[in-house]
């Protein structure tokens, strides 16, 4: 099964930016929709961000629609987000998923392989 792991994590205060990249090991990102997923101390794992195989169809949550671009580089096996103008309720840990049943899903129960996370926290 394919191993995910999340980098660029870090400290940056509001209005600034930070790219996140997941990248892949034992496996193909290239046959599974990948997402984006944030936990927050004592909050449920939250939807940020989904990206087809074939990088036609992009969905994201409300809270980072505008603000937040998901891409993948599947020659590379990477995908990435990258969050502009962050808030301090963007404060949280950012998971890379993969789809393994293939399904273009915001719900995490739909995603077979997760990374370790990656901390984002965001200074007011």
């Known amino acids: 099964q394919v191993q995910l792991e999340e980098r660029g994590g870090g400290l940056v205060q509001a209005g600034g930016s930070l790219r996140l990249s997941c990248v892949a090991s034992g496996g193909t990102l290239s046959s599974y929709p990948m997402a984006w997923f944030r936990q927050a101390p004592g909050n449920e794992r939250e939807f940020v961000a989904v990206i087809s195989q074939n990088r036609w169809i992009e969905r994201y949550a409300d809270s980072v629609k505008g603000r937040f671009t998901i891409s993948r580089d599947n020659a590379r096996n990477t995908v990435s987000l990258q969050m502009n103008s962050l808030k301090s309720e963007d404060t949280a840990v950012y998971y890379c998923?993969?789809?393994?049943?293939?399904?273009?899903?915001?719900?995490?129960?739909?995603?077979?392989?997760w990374g370790q996370g990656t901390q984002v926290t965001v200074s007011s």
């Open positions: 998923a993969a789809s393994t049943g293939g399904l273009i899903s915001i719900h995490a129960a739909d995603f077979g392989s």
